[in-house]
């Protein structure tokens, strides 16, 4: 008798949101909550410019790696791993870095310099880096959007990359913006990977 398959989604879908990777941390994406074999399918892609690795883990054991390229599409990443009778198991990601990978200033703002509207540089001057600090991105936003997205004339989004080339802090300015004022800045940092993915059990 053939089994059926069922499709759950991750337990961490929010949604319709994607899963992003945090810079420092690992991710949690998923704990099993019911009996049975789990297959775990995940993908992903990458906003940046340059290779993100980065690893799977179950129960904190560190059990796939990987390379998600800089495509612009979704990648398949973990494909229909296999999980037996493992109640309660979770599964994560991180970025294949050091906890302190990257040492930034207290305050993402001051290191943005805008020019009419939009990114013009970036000062990493006081900017650290490992030499095994993958890239992350730097998002500018316009800070009122947080109050109300639906405003017309608000800024739009700059997104920009920070590397080590050579020993040094470099960045690359994928998207400068618009609209963006000094005084209503919102500066995030992100790995620039997203993931999403289901689970079949059966």
Known sequence: MKLQMVRHQLSTFDGGRFVSLDVSSSTLLHTINTEGTHFIRISGFNRGRRDRKISFLFDNQETVFTTVKPTGNSQLLL????????LGM????????????????????????????????VVVLNVIATTDAQPVLLKVSDSRRDNNSAV???????????????????FE??????????????????????LFGDVFVE
């Not at 017309?152 to 470099?170: F, K």
């Not at 300015?173 to 997203?194: M, Q």
């Open 79 to 86: 494909p229909h791993i296999p999980i037996f009778n493992a």
């Open 90 to 121: 979770t599964a994560s990601a991180k970025i294949q870095h050091s906890t302190n990978a990257w040492t930034f200033p207290l305050d993402l703002t001051q290191m943005v310099n805008i020019d009419n509207g939009s990114v013009l540089a």
């Open 152 to 170: 017309a004339g608000l800024g739009r989004e700059a997104l920009i990359e920070l590397y080590v080339e050579n020993s040094t802090v470099a």
């Open 173 to 194: 300015i994928l998207d400068g913006g618009e609209g963006l004022h000094g005084s209503f800045l919102k500066v995030d940092l992100l790995t620039g990977i997203f």
